[in-house]
Nanobody, 120 residues
Framework: VQLQASGGGLVQTGDSLRLSCAAS????????LAWFRQAPGKEREFVAA???????YYADSVKGRFTISRENAVNTMYLQMNSLKPEDTALYYCAADRVLVTTNPQYAYWGQGTQVTVSS
């Protein structure tokens, strides 16, 4: 499975962005999906995940501001990010796995990352 993340950019505090992750598979609905992020000098951290039935999970730091969703008909996952803060600045990665959904970076497939920069 190949994953292609897009939608990052440079925004100001309080702005919104929507990230997309397109997958190259005809069995997209069979995958659990997630977003992780990594800031310079920091470890990769969990942001949000969505399972096969649409159940969602969020890091406490983004709960109430970010929304993860999936559109199986077009093999795409989204991350709607509202009320962005400078601490949200990072390279955002999408990930997928057929057998697990977790907050740990143990997913089998990863996209290349899209940069989100939030200025104060």
């Amino acid at each position: 499975v190949q994953l292609q993340a897009s939608g990052g950019g440079l925004v100001q505090t309080g702005d919104s962005l929507r990230l997309s992750c397109a997958a190259s598979t005809s069995t997209f609905s069979n995958y659990a999906l997630a977003w992780f992020r990594q800031a310079p000098g920091k470890e990769r951290e969990f942001v949000a995940a969505i399972n096969w039935t649409g159940g969602t999970y969020y890091a406490d730091s983004v709960k109430g501001r970010f929304t993860i969703s999936r559109e199986n008909a077009v093999n795409t996952m989204y991350l709607q990010m509202n009320s962005l803060k400078p601490e949200d600045t990072a390279l955002y990665y999408c990930a997928a796995d057929r057998v697990l959904v977790t907050t740990n970076p143990q997913y089998a497939y990863w996209g290349q990352g899209t940069q989100v920069t939030v200025s104060s």
